[in-house]
């Protein structure tokens, strides 16, 4: 497995959005499941999102449910994090990652199993 590259980060203002994007070259997206993770300050890294290879199941952290989705573009080898209604506490550096998604796993065991992690994106949620 190779490790993914993260882009879309920034700063924004409390209510604002911002995508993510996460790409690589030499492999196919659509043949992995994908996850997106974040690590903000001081504090552990945890999953916030991921996307299955087969069907296209979605699975979300209870603390960004109806703010993010999480989608493929498959004509651009990418998968998308689009963020809305930003919180403060989104305030983190931002990963994607090969990873399971599967829903009889817990998040802590998806996060176990990333095997290759990139250099993330800052995002940064701040009046």
């Known amino acids: 497995q190779l490790p993914l590259v993260e882009s879309g980060g920034g700063s924004v203002q409390p209510g604002g959005s911002l995508r993510l994007s996460c790409t690589t070259s030499?492999?196919?997206?659509?043949?992995?499941?994908i996850g997106w993770f974040r690590q903000a300050p001081g504090k552990g890294r945890e999953e916030v999102s991921c996307i299955s290879r087969s069907d296209g199941h979605t699975i979300y952290a209870d603390f960004v449910k109806g703010r993010f989705t999480i989608s493929r573009d498959t004509a651009k080898n990418m998968v998308w994090l689009q963020m809305n209604s930003l919180k403060p506490e989104d305030t983190a550096v931002y990963y994607c990652?090969?990873?399971?998604?599967?829903?009889?796993?817990?998040?802590?065991?998806?996060?176990?199993?990333?095997?290759?992690w990139g250099q993330g994106t800052q995002v940064t949620v701040s009046s």
């Open positions: 030499g492999l196919t997206l659509d043949n992995y499941a």
């Open positions: 990652a090969i990873a399971p998604c599967a829903a009889t796993m817990t998040a802590i065991q998806r996060l176990y199993m990333v095997g290759y």
